[in-house]
Every structure is written in C-alpha cells, then in structure tokens.
C-alpha cells in the first residue's frame, strides 16, 4: 500500500495497553484520568484480525506497544498469534524493562524479533525521579536477560530533557563501545504531559554530535541518522522529529489501544477500526493509509503537537 504521495506503508504499530507501571514525568499524569474504559480495549481477537487485514496489505513490520505492553496479561499469546501471520518479517516490542526479569524468554519463545527499552537515564536516584516509581535494577537486570535469550540487538530509547538527562549523553555513548547495543537519542517532543515543559528541556538532536565528537556516521535505520565510534561494537541513533522532520520518509501507521488507526502520531485524525470485519475492515484500512498526512505540524518550541492524546495513549 502506498499513500496519497507514494510512501509504501510497511510498518504498523500497535498500543495493546494505555496503562503502565510506571508514571513518566513526560509521558503521562500521575493519576489514571487519561486511561481508557476496560470496554474499550481491544481484545486479543480484534488486535489480530486487524494486525491480519493490514498484513495482506503490506505490513510487514508491526510493533508492539503501550502504555507498558508487558502488564497485559495475553501480551505473549499476541505475539505469538502475530508471529505466526503469513508476510510478518519482524516482530518488536518497546517496552521499560521493568517485567522483562520474567518475560524475555517467553517473548523470544513467540517470535519476537527484539527489543526497544526505554531508559532515560543511567543513575538510580533519577530514575526513580523520571518514572515516579520504578527501579533501575530491575531494567538493568531485565536487560542483560534479554541479551541472554537473543532479543537482540538491545536497542535502548533515550529521550533527550535538558537539565535532566544532557549530562549522562556520553554515558549512554559508552554502551555502544564493548555492547552490540543501540541507543537512541530521541527529542522531546510536545505531547500531552510534557507540553508545558519549559523551553530548556527542548534540545536538539545534533547535541549528541556536540557531546561525543568522535562520532563518525554509519548507515542509517529508518528514522534515525545513525553514528559509531571508531572502535565500537554498537551504534548511536539519533531521531529528530521536532528539529528534523522526516516525514518523507515515513512508512508507519498506528492503532490505538482503543481500535482507531492514526495515520500520523502528530494528527488528531484517527480511523476507528474497532468492530469492523472483512471488506468494511479492508476498507478503513486502505482509506487510512491513503489519506495519510504529508507531514505533522511545526513542533518547534511553542507550537503543541495537534493530538490530544497523551504519549501513552499513543504508544510511541
């Protein structure tokens, strides 16, 4: 499937949950206010069928996401129903680490591919600060687990805060020299919690360029422009939605926990998918990815993202 201006659409991303076990300062509010009605959700079914009608479209590449996708208690028996889908050639999750301890295994054992984690920082004192209630041990420690079970290579997603986190940039760099690990530096952008953040806790992307100088480039993945050191096992990434839109070459689709397919993270349009079948199905599908934006509004400082979801409604 290709979109009204000729981008092939080959990468669904699905929110099995907007619920999470922790409450990241930028991501969402403390309290349960934005979570969706039990009766909402979609079930284990309808992620399927929909993950299957988009597949015999061209999805090749699904994702799956949260809130925390790992707190659902059917999240394995999804993967592996998505795993097994004729024209499936990668399965990955984005997930915090914090339940991987029990999971990895499991997750590997139904045809996941590999692994994003979120971390936004490497010191235990400020991680329980970002997330209000996490452990850092237990994502460390959820880490190295999935290494062992071959959900690899480890892709970690850092999100860049000024004042918080610029400090620990060639910290984050150093796990690339010895580990086959991928870090990505991902701009803060301004979506629902973190949209009144003051304007320092904006930075650039290319501030990782500036930290670590020695940086050379490698080829990129995606919407990452992607760097080593010289020396290194891994990679550094870095995504610039906000300062470096690369909307052109965009080739995902979302589905929302609640079953409505978003064509952009950035757009407040959304194409309810949920309780449709067959043709009707295919239909909202196809009129979705066509009408797919040409590219999201201007989230430079100041200017608020048009969604009125919260990240975590979103998935990522």
Do not use: W
């Amino acid at each position: 499937m290709k979109d009204n201006y000729g981008r092939e659409i080959t990468y669904l991303r699905i929110s099995i949950t907007d619920e999470c076990n922790l409450r990241c300062l930028y991501c969402m509010p403390e309290d349960e206010g934005c979570l969706a009605k039990d009766s909402s959700l979609m079930s284990a079914d309808e992620i399927v069928e929909i993950t299957a009608e988009a597949v015999k479209l061209g999805i090749s590449k699904v994702r799956i996401t949260g809130g925390e996708p790992l707190i659902r208690p059917d999240v394995i028996d999804i993967c592996r129903r998505i795993s097994s889908l004729p024209g499936v050639k990668e399965l990955a999750v984005t997930t915090n680490g914090m339940l991987l301890k029990d999971l990895a295994y499991p997750l590997k054992e139904a045809g996941v591919s590999r692994l994003n984690i979120s971390l936004d920082t490497l010191q235990t004192e400020k991680y329980t600060k970002i997330t209000r209630k996490g452990n850092f041990q237990d994502v460390a420690e959820g880490i190295r687990l999935a290494a062992k079970a071959g959900l690899t290579p480890i892709k970690i997603n850092t999100v860049l805060i000024g004042g918080f986190n610029d400090c620990e940039i060639r910290d984050f760099g150093e796990l690339t020299r010895t580990d086959n690990v991928e870090v990505r530096f991902i701009e803060l952008m301004p979506i629902g919690a973190c949209a009144a953040f003051p304007k320092h806790a904006f930075v650039k992307g290319d501030i990782v360029l500036r930290e670590i100088p020695e940086l050379v480039e490698a080829e990129n993945s995606g919407v990452a422009r992607m760097y080593q050191y010289p020396d290194g096992c891994g990679r550094i990434g870095i995504i610039s939605a906000v300062n470096q839109h690369f909307c052109l070459s965009c080739n995902r689709i979302r589905l929302t926990c609640d079953g409505k397919i978003k064509p952009c993270l950035h757009s407040k349009e959304e194409v309810l998918v949920k309780g449709l079948h067959g043709e009707e199905l295919k239909k909202a599908l196809i009129g979705a990815i066509t009408n797919k934006p040409a590219e999201h509004v201007n989230l430079t400082y100041g200017y608020v993202s048009e969604t009125e979801r919260y990240m975590n409604q979103i998935g990522g």
